[in-house]
């Protein structure tokens, strides 16, 4: 899955307030032309699509990490710069640090970066190998129980339970509002099981193309976490909100996580995390297609 596809998707069934409710007309629930779970079917068929489709672009990112103190106090903030390449096939994006704190990044510093970055490429691999291994050989219809990651499109649908909240108007286009929740009582072998089982939220989902427009989510219940950032995360909240570009492309724009508990040593943890992206452009092997241009602002998520 390309990196551009991966992220709203990403999103809606493995990351995880509700309640932010957008302007607009609104319709009940018995509006809708199909229950919940095929509204999901038709979100990850059409991301499948974008995957297949968009090759070779590239697009800026912005991190923003803040660590907070008592009372809110802001203790320190980092902001990084960083320039994405697609690459020819999926799995093979690249990023190359371009700036930290707004200055030019050293060359000490953007070699650590794809040093640690390489780290990650190689344990991304491991992983995908292993699931690979144990996962059952390719039987027909496997087309309608597509991977979404590790994971079979069925197993994450049945994680949750979903209640489409009618439909709304934003900005000339209508959005179809989906909240989910964990269902009680599965197993949690892994990190990823576990912060499934705790993620509840609210999406909003393009009623033409089936993308990804908003996303508010929470846990529900704290999920320990261990390795590189060990910690047991209490509170958890994630915002995410994505635009429609020229050309049908649709982009994300902010990402904005806050975590909160205690790490291993008994500290606190209130850290929170901002990735704005901008300059999205597509290229071929004919044609260069600028979609948002280089210099084009970020679209903020409403507040």
């Given at each position: 899955m390309t990196v551009?596809?991966?992220?709203?998707?990403?999103?809606?069934?493995?990351?995880?307030?509700?309640?932010?409710?957008?302007?607009?007309?609104?319709?009940?629930?018995?509006?809708?032309?199909?229950?919940?779970e095929e509204l999901i079917r038709k979100v990850?068929?059409?991301q499948r699509r974008v995957d297949r489709s968009l090759t070779d672009y590239t697009f800026d990112q912005v991190e923003v990490r803040t660590s907070w103190g008592k009372g809110g106090r802001q203790k320190e903030t980092r902001r990084r710069l960083f320039h994405y390449f697609s690459g020819e096939r999926p799995g093979e994006a690249t990023r190359e640090l371009v700036e930290v704190?707004?200055?030019?990044?050293?060359?000490?510093?953007?070699?650590?970066?794809?040093?640690?970055?390489?780290?990650?490429?190689?344990?991304?691999?491991?992983?995908?190998?292993?699931?690979?291994?144990?996962?059952?050989?390719?039987?027909s219809g496997e087309e309608e129980d597509p991977l979404v990651g590790p994971r079979r499109l069925s197993d994450l649908v049945a994680r949750f339970d979903y209640r489409?909240?009618?439909?709304?108007?934003?900005?000339?286009?209508?959005?179809?509002?989906?909240?989910?929740s964990p269902k009680p009582g599965l197993p949690a072998g892994s990190l990823g099981d576990r912060a499934?089982?705790?993620?509840?939220?609210?999406?909003?989902?393009?009623?033409?193309?089936f993308q990804i427009v908003s996303v508010e989510a929470r846990l529900v219940r704290p999920v320990k976490v261990s390795g590189g950032i060990a910690a047991n995360v209490k509170e958890?909240?994630?915002?995410?909100?994505?635009?429609?570009?020229?050309?049908?492309?649709?982009?994300?724009?902010?990402?904005?996580?806050?975590?909160?508990?205690?790490?291993?040593?008994?500290?606190?943890l209130d850290t929170s995390f901002r990735f704005e992206f901008s300059g999205f452009a597509s290229f071929?092997?004919?044609?260069?297609?600028?979609?948002?241009?280089p210099d084009a602002a970020s679209v903020q998520s409403a507040r």
């Open positions: 551009l596809a991966a992220i709203p998707l990403a999103v809606l069934l493995l990351a995880g307030p509700a309640g932010a409710q957008p302007a607009g007309r609104g319709a009940g629930p018995q509006d809708l032309p199909f229950p919940a990850a068929f059409a704190d707004g200055r030019p990044a050293t060359p000490e510093e953007r070699r650590d970066q794809a040093e640690e970055d390489a780290k990650q490429r190689r344990r991304d691999v491991e992983r995908r190998a292993g699931a690979d291994a144990s996962r059952p050989p390719a039987v489409l909240d009618g439909a709304v108007e934003e900005d000339g286009r209508l959005l179809y509002a989906l909240a989910f499934l089982n705790a993620l509840a939220g609210r999406v909003l989902v393009d009623a033409s193309d958890a909240t994630i915002s995410y909100r994505g635009s429609r570009l020229p050309h049908g492309v649709w982009f994300p724009c902010v990402i904005d996580l806050h975590l909160r508990g205690k790490t291993a040593v008994f500290f606190n071929s092997v004919e044609t260069d297609s600028d979609v948002g241009g």
